[in-house]
Every structure is written in structure tokens, then in C-alpha cells.
């Protein structure tokens, strides 16, 4: 019995399992109520388009007019018999009173009588629309009775027919230019008198000055608290659509200004990304709230300015006008010119933030715009993003732009957009060799390592260590070298690919320049593999004769890059690079200021100079011998870039000193007319040119001229002074060029000490050559009388 009745008795449910019951009780209530309140939704929504359907229907209805039949007399008199003969005794006073109140109400006619409804019952919300249409009262389409003129009747064998005739409507035409006459009088008071050109600017300048202010107020509330002010960013941005047309198109170039400008401060030093479902559902700090709020609203508002910029320059270029003519398609040009330096300024003020790259496809496109200073403010913008980008991924993504652009215009772009490639800071990239030697980095033993080689205590403190270099690597926050090379690589890459594509496909593109340009200054970091092809293309350019003299020159620098650099592993004797350049030397332009100099002294410097193992004595007396030549033809500030040339050859090459000898080595004549260096016999010739340079009017040529012929001395008193020693061959032309020098002949004058003339026309000198030419002058003790036009003629004793 004992056992038996312990089974049949109930358990009682443990606290567990009446919390697990009571939680689904919860929880079926909660399910229910949600039900019926979805129902109840359901059926009221149901009710309303019912509603809203009967209430359409009824407004499209014609209202017609109620049928009037007109009682017969004899009618009237039955009616009225009747009437009298009702008991009117049986009806109290309150009753009949009740009876006609009830006839004034709507709802009496109205009320649909089938229905079981009590009068007076509460209505809902819902039919207190169709209440009001019922109370409204009817309009009914009321004709005009037409009036009859009777007129003669018609005898017919019938009998007489009667005869009659509409009333003719008189127009009320004198009415209608009196009604004209006083909706004139009516407008003018609202136009208002006319005002004055002087007024018009005075009401003008009230109106602009407002508008300033409101702007200033609003940028400066972000900027004094942009966490709490960001919605007032919307109200700044919407005055771009000003809609004034006095004050339109100024209004909206200082809103564009200003918000620049506020952006430019208020925007955080790291990329805004959105958030993730997971992050917006969990719950926050009221602090990281309001930040998640700022940077949302931030990049909003920022997208939305971009925006507006860009459909700015879309109504410029499509010539674009909009409803409310605000502004006339005359002012479209300024106010683009303003969004596009806006843009630019956004594209090199803010790199790291969000939308970068959808402001340098905006930019791209605009470097070769037919417009001058569109093109001239892209190309400037980017030049600055490029030299001032230390990672490179701007840079890359920019170059990627540019590459896509040139390939999609087949090559037809300006020279300007490749030639901001040449500002792009790359001086190390992967070139297939061991990435550890390049870029070091630290490995972690493995634990089968640490197992084997270390002792237990070891391990430990190698586990530790290197818990703690990890730490530290994180905590460092900075790129690693890996990286920057690795993007760095990939841009050359791109580079390579433009530059390649269009010697194979544009050779006769005004683009080839700028590519050989750019080949001469990143052709060190070129690939082992294409040094051959390379040199060959380049080559083949030269000798079929569609180049420029300065696009030959690039192309002689850029094949002695390529040898100078990883080319020295290459046993390759460029003869045919040599001969050209010595060739076309003479054909450097001697009229005018050139920059062709320079390049000239880059290729000499990369021929003879850093190639000084590979070149032998005559080659390089050829080159001394000709630049002498050459230095007689020229302008003074290529002259001294060409005379400190040669003193850099005199010390590369110490038994050029031969040249300033009158003995002859070796038989044979110096050829001066043969283009091959070698075979001219420069052994034999000397630099008599130097005693013609020593008497130049230019002090700097003639310090040079002195020195060379005292063998070029590095000491002593034939020795140059420091300032000047210093200076590459490059650097001293750059120093002492003059834009458009004119040189006028010697004028007689008052007497000087020295014999030499110096006449240098004043209309375009430039102040600092003035003060080196009187330091030189003062050194050398000269006295002499300069005038603003620095003009001063020596008499001969």
C-alpha cells in the first residue's frame, strides 16, 4: 500500500517548473493581446477605406436638381379641408415644438430609417466626416428662365400658329474695361513705386548684409559647438538654393565658402564608418549616443554638400537652367569656378575622411577641361595631394583615376594631367627581391620550435616577450614599411602601364613628352625584364626624327637612368646615346632663355659623370671641347651651368688638364664637324674659348672662365668661393636664369675703372640677380654707377 499509493498521489510541481509555466502563461497573454490589438487595427483601418471610398464617391457625384411638381388648385383646396378637419386638440404645445425641431435637423431626413440604430446613439470618429458632408448644404444647378418675346402667329390651313423668340442677352461690354481699370488700380499699390539705380543698390547691399550675418551666425554655432549645433549645418546648407535674385549668386558662393571652411575644422581625424545592425542594437553610454549621432549627421551633411558641388558643375557644363531662374546662365560659370575650388580644397585638406575617392572622380575629369583656369586649379590641387601624401593611398587611388581617364579618351588629354605623375613621392618599391632585407620583419617562434631549442623557463619568457612586442606593434598606430612599399609598387605599376601604353600605341601624341619626362625620373625603379625592350623603343624614337629636340634629350636621360641604376649589371655600351647627344649639343637654342639647359646638364651628368668607369679620356675631352664651344652662343645663366659642367668633368677626369696646354698629343687635326666624340681628335685642339668667356660682361662667367683656366683648382687663389662651389652645374643655372632677359648692345657712357661693358635692359630684370651681380661686384672692389636700370658703359683708356 505504501508504494502503491506514493504513485498515485500527484507530485507537486517544483519552483523551476511554476516558473517555466508561468513564463508561457506570460507569454500566450502577450501573444494574445498583440492579436486582438492587430485585429482591432485591422478592422479600424478596414472601416476608414470604406470611409474614405464612400466619401470619394459621393464628391464625384453630379448633384441634381430635386423635381418640382406644381400642385393643381383643385389639390390644394383637398389638402387644405383635410388638414382643418385633424383633431388638433389631441397634440400638446410640447410636442409640436418637438416635431419641428426635429424637422430642422439633418439627421431626421437623413438617417437611414431601415436601420435599427437609435437616434441619439454616440457615433464614432470615424463617421464625423461623413456627418460634416451631410450637414453641408446643397448647392443645386440653377437655370436661368429664359425670357420669351412673343411675336405674330402664322395662318396655316391648320389655323394659326403661334410664334415667339428668346430675349437677346445684351453684353455687358462697357462693364468689362471698368472692372480692367480698377484691378489696375487694385496692383499698383502692391508693386509699389519704383525705385531709383541708387536705391537698388542700397536695398541690395541691406539685403546681402543680412544674409552675411545669418550665415556668420550659423558657422560660427558649429564651429563653438559642433556636437549640439550639427542640425544647423542643414539650415546653412539649404541657403545654397537662395532664391533672391539681387543677392542669388553671391549668397550662395559665401555659403559655399563658409561651409568649406567649417568642415575643413569640425571634421575628426579618422574615417566615419556606418554601423552595423548589432552596433545600433545594443545599448550605449548617453555620451557615445550623442558621437554616434554627430558622426552620422556629420557625414549626412558632408554627402549632401558634395552633392550640391557636383550638380553645380553639372548645370555649368550642360548649360542647365532652373525653374525658379534665380540665376541667369551668364553667372553658372562663377558659381562652378567657386564649387570647383571648394572641391580641390576638400580634396588635399581632408584625405583620410569618407568620400575621398568620389571627390577625386569629380577632379579628375576637370584637369582637362577646355577652360584654362579649371584645368590650372585641378592640376595644382592634385600636385599637392600627391607630394604631400606619405602612404600612398590616395596617391593610388588617384593614378588609378587618371589611368582610366587617358585609356577612355584614347590618349586625348592634356600634357598637364600626366605631368602630375612626376610629383608623386616614390622612392622604394618591391622589385621581386628577399622582402625581409627591404622590410624586416619580426617572426615568432613557433611552439614546436620553442619546445625543442628553449628550456621551460626560456619558453616562458619568449611567450611573454613577445605578448609584449605585439602589444607594442599595436599600440604604435603607424603604417608599416610592408605596406607603403606595397602600395607604393602598385602605383608605379599603374604608372608604367600609362606610360607604356602610349609608346606602343600614341608615339605621335602630344602626351610623349610628358611620358619620357616622366620614364627619365621613375626609370630606376623599372623592372630588369624590360630594360632591353625599353631601350630599343626609345631609340627607334630617336632616330626617326618626330621628336623635339627637349623630347630627345628626355629620352637620352631616361635610357642612362635605366643604365645607371639596375643597368649596371648589364654590359651595354650606349655609343649611339653619345654620339646623338654630342651631335645636337650645338643646336641648343642661344637666343633666348632655355630650359632645355638644364635637361642638358642632367644628361651629362648621368653620361659622363656617374658613368665615369665605362667612359674613356677622349670621349670626355670631346664633351669639355664642345661645351667650351657652346658656352660661347648662350645666354650668361646657361653659360655658368655650362662652365661648371666642365669644371665637374676637369675633376672626374683630372688628364683633361691636356686641353689647356698649347702642345699637341698624337698626330691628326681636332674634326670639330664630326659627330662621333672619339674619332675627332680632341687631343689636340685647347680651350682657347675660355679667354673670350674671361672678358664676358657677366661677373659670375668670368670668375668661372679664370678658374677653369687655372686648371680648376679646389684650393688657392684661383679657387672658387664656397658659395658657389657647392652648387650643382643644375643648380647654378636655376640660380642666375632670368624670364625674358633682354640684353642690349653696349651704349657709350661715362668712364669706369674696368673695360668691360655691361648693358642689361631693365623692362623685365629681376631684383635678385641685381643684388648677386652687386655682391660680385663689390668683392671685386669694382665701383660703379648703377642706376635703376642698371646701365653703365666703361671708355676704353
Known amino acids: 500500500m505504501g508504494p502503491a499509493s506514493k504513485k498515485n498521489r500527484k507530485k507537486r510541481p517544483s519552483f523551476r517548473k511554476l516558473l517555466k509555466t508561468s513564463n508561457l502563461k506570460l507569454e500566450n497573454k ?18 476608414q477605406r470604406k470611409l474614405r471610398q464612400a466619401i470619394t464617391d459621393v464628391s464625384h457625384q453630379t448633384l441634381k436638381p430635386l423635381e418640382r411638381y406644381k400642385k393643381r388648385p383643385e389639390d390644394e383646396e383637398e389638402e387644405e379641408e383635410f388638414l382643418e378637419s385633424l383633431p388638433t386638440d389631441m397634440m400638446d404645445e410640447d410636442d409640436l415644438e418637438q416635431i419641428k425641431a426635429m424637422a430642422h435637423k439633418a439627421s431626421f431626413l437623413t438617417r437611414d430609417i431601415s436601420s435599427s440604430a437609435p437616434v441619439h446613439a454616440k457615433k464614432r470618429k470615424s463617421e464625423q466626416s461623413v456627418e460634416k458632408y451631410e450637414k453641408m448644404p446643397r448647392k443645386m444647378q440653377m437655370q436661368k428662365e429664359k425670357e420669351l418675346i412673343h411675336l405674330l402667329p402664322i395662318k396655316d390651313k391648320s389655323g394659326l400658329i403661334p410664334q415667339s423668340m428668346e430675349k437677346p442677352v445684351v453684353p455687358e461690354a462697357e462693364e468689362e474695361p471698368k472692372d480692367q481699370e480698377e484691378l489696375e488700380i487694385e496692383e499698383e499699390p502692391e508693386s509699389g513705386p519704383s525705385l531709383t539705380p541708387q536705391e537698388q543698390l542700397e536695398l541690395r547691399a541691406h539685403r546681402l548684409m543680412e544674409k552675411k550675418l545669418h550665415i556668420a551666425s550659423l558657422s560660427s554655432a558649429v564651429l563653438a559647438d559642433p556636437h549640439v549645433n550639427i542640425k544647423k549645418l542643414k539650415e546653412l546648407r539649404a541657403m545654397l538654393m537662395e532664391t533672391d535674385p539681387c543677392v542669388a549668386v553671391t549668397v550662395r558662393k559665401l555659403v559655399m565658402v563658409s561651409l568649406m571652411e567649417v568642415f575643413k575644422d569640425i571634421v575628426p581625424a579618422y574615417r566615419i564608418r556606418p554601423l552595423t545592425e548589432e552596433e545600433k542594437a545594443t545599448k550605449v553610454k548617453k555620451e557615445t549616443q550623442q558621437l554616434r549621432e554627430f558622426e552620422e549627421g556629420l557625414v549626412s551633411q558632408y554627402k549632401f554638400y558634395l552633392e550640391d558641388l557636383e550638380q553645380t558643375i553639372k548645370d555649368w557644363k550642360q548649360k542647365k537652367q532652373k525653374r525658379s531662374q534665380a540665376v541667369s546662365l551668364q553667372c553658372y560659370k562663377g558659381l562652378a569656378e567657386v564649387a570647383i575650388r571648394c572641391i580641390c580644397d576638400l580634396l588635399v585638406a581632408l584625405p583620410h575622411f569618407n568620400f575621398h575617392n568620389n571627390i577625386i572622380v569629380m577632379v579628375v575629369p576637370l584637369m582637362n577641361d577646355p577652360v584654362r583656369t579649371v584645368s590650372e586649379m585641378s592640376c595644382e590641387a592634385v600636385r599637392k595631394l ?8 590616395a596617391s593610388l587611388a588617384m593614378v588609378k583615376v587618371i589611368s582610366g581617364m587617358v585609356k577612355s579618351r584614347n590618349y586625348n588629354v592634356k600634357p598637364e594631367v600626366l605631368k602630375c605623375l612626376l610629383c608623386l613621392r616614390i622612392k622604394e618599391v618591391d622589385m621581386k627581391k628577399d622582402t625581409e632585407d627591404t622590410a624586416p620583419k619580426k617572426k615568432f617562434m613557433l611552439f614546436k620550435e620553442r619546445k625543442t631549442n628553449l628550456s621551460r623557463m626560456q619558453r616562458k619568457w619568449k611567450k611573454a616577450e613577445e605578448k609584449l612586442q605585439k602589444e607594442l606593434l599595436e599600440a604604435e598606430a603607424t603604417e608599416s614599411k610592408d605596406k607603403k612599399i606595397k602600395l607604393h609598387t602598385e602605383t608605379l605599376n599603374i604608372v608604367f602601364l600609362i606610360y607604356f601604353r602610349i609608346l606602343k600605341k600614341a608615339q605621335k601624341s602630344i602626351l610623349l613628352s610628358s611620358v619620357l619626362e616622366g620614364l627619365a625620373k621613375f626609370a630606376h625603379l623599372i623592372n630588369l625584364e624590360f630594360f632591353d625592350d625599353l631601350l630599343a623603343v626609345l631609340f627607334g624614337l630617336i632616330i626617326s626624327g618626330d621628336l623635339t629636340y627637349r623630347e630627345s634629350l628626355h629620352c637620352i636621360l631616361t635610357s642612362f637612368h635605366i643604365l645607371s641604376g639596375q643597368g649596371d649589371v648589364l654590359n651595354i655600351d650606349p655609343l649611339k646615346f653619345y654620339s646623338h647627344l654630342y651631335k645636337t649639343l650645338l643646336t641648343l637654342h642661344a637666343g633666348a632663355t632655355n630650359d632645355d ?152 657712357g661715362p668712364p669706369s675703372k674696368k673695360k668691360e661693358h655691361f648693358t642689361i635692359g631693365h623692362a623685365f630684370f629681376d631684383p635678385d640677380l641685381k643684388a648677386q651681380i652687386d655682391a660680385a661686384l663689390q668683392t671685386e672692389s669694382e665701383q660703379m654707377s648703377l642706376d635703376f636700370t642698371l646701365r653703365h658703359t666703361p671708355q676704353e683708356t
Open 30 to 47: 502577450q501573444k494574445n493581446r498583440q492579436f486582438k490589438q492587430q485585429s482591432s487595427a485591422k478592422k479600424q483601418r478596414k472601416e
Open 597 to 748: 639647359t638644364a635637361i642638358v646638364l642632367q644628361c651629362l651628368d648621368a653620361m659622363l659623370n656617374k658613368r665615369r668607369k665605362q667612359v674613356n679620356l677622349l670621349r670626355a675631352q670631346a664633351f669639355v671641347k664642345r661645351l667650351s664651344t657652346l658656352g660661347l652662343h648662350v645666354l650668361p645663366d646657361s653659360c655658368v651651368g655650362i662652365l661648371a659642367a666642365n669644371r665637374t668633368l676637369m675633376h672626374t677626369f683630372p688628364k683633361c688638364d691636356i686641353l689647356l696646354d698649347n702642345e699637341m698629343q698624337g698626330s691628326g687635326v681636332y674634326l670639330p664637324e664630326l659627330d662621333v666624340p672619339e674619332y675627332c681628335n680632341p687631343q689636340n685642339t685647347g680651350l682657347w674659348e675660355l679667354h673670350l668667356l674671361k672678358s664676358h660682361y657677366h661677373p659670375v662667367v668670368r670668375k668661372f672662365a679664370a678658374h677653369l683656366m687655372k686648371g680648376a683648382p679646389s684650393e688657392g687663389s684661383g679657387a672658387l668661393s664656397m658659395e658657389l662651389s657647392r652648387r650643382t652645374p643644375v643648380q647654378l643655372f636655376e640660380d642666375y636664369s632670368v624670364k625674358d632677359m633682354t640684353f642690349n648692345p653696349p651704349v657709350a
Open 386 to 393: 600627391l607630394k604631400q601624401d606619405k602612404l600612398g593611398q
